[in-house]
């Protein structure tokens, strides 16, 4: 999944002197069962879902378990 990366501001964006404008993204693996989840519920509902199983979703763990088990 590709979200935003918000940094310590919770900005989204980089405004470089000159106006070029940056934007910050974080890629999300995903296991299938929570792509199913999010096409039916929401991204929202996923973070809610990861939050409730404290799964730290922003850091890649290979081993991690899905947030529907």
Do not use: T
Not at 41 to 64: C, H, P, S, T, W
Request: net charge negative; proline share 4%; hydrophobic share 40%.
């Amino acid at each position: 999944m590709l979200n935003y990366a918000e940094n310590r501001n919770g900005d989204i964006r980089l405004v470089m002197p000159s106006g070029k404008v940056i934007n910050f993204y974080e890629i999300i693996p995903m296991y299938p069962e929570e792509l199913q989840f999010k096409m039916e519920n929401g991204a929202d509902a996923l973070f809610e879902k990861f939050e409730e199983m404290g799964i730290q979703y922003r850091v890649v763990d290979i081993n991690r378990r899905s947030a529907l088990q």
